[in-house]
Nanobody, 123 residues
Framework: QVQLVESGGGLVQAGGSLRLSCAAS????????MGWYRQAPGKQRELVAAITSGGTTTYQDSVKGRFTISRDDAKNTGYLQMNSLKPEDTAVYYC?????????????????WGQGTQVTVSS
């Protein structure tokens, strides 16, 4: 079984910064893709940023130039550096990963989600 554990959320003033971490643990062979999503009250969950194992990144237009996604494969950990935060960035942020696991001499690919971490930006 694989678990994703997020950390780093909190309360920050507008213009401030936060760094989210997502640590994956379990029988991990590889992590082809990692991503960060967010869900604000009354809104649908949306993709914020994603990164492949090759380092290709994708960002939602509203966070381009302010957020940076990265990963440390040696630690099976992903990061989301969030700068110049705005009140509209307030949401629960979720880590998601496509993980290849080793089970009984075979490899299988599954999608996992973290439990979410609250980010609140005050004006």
């Amino acid at each position: 079984q694989v678990q994703l554990v997020e950390s780093g959320g909190g309360l920050v003033q507008a213009g401030g910064s936060l760094r989210l971490s997502c640590a994956a643990s379990g029988s991990i062979f590889s992590i082809p893709n990692m991503g960060w999503y967010r869900q604000a009250p009354g809104k649908q969950r949306e993709l914020v940023a994603a990164i492949t194992s090759g380092g290709t990144t994708t960002y939602q237009d509203s966070v381009k130039g302010r957020f940076t996604i990265s990963r440390d494969d040696a630690k099976n950990t992903g990061y989301l550096q969030m700068n110049s935060l705005k009140p509209e960035d307030t949401a629960v942020y979720y880590c998601s990963a496509t993980v290849v696991v080793s089970q009984k001499f075979s490899l299988y690919e599954y999608d996992y989600w973290g439990q979410g971490t609250q980010v609140t930006v005050s004006s």
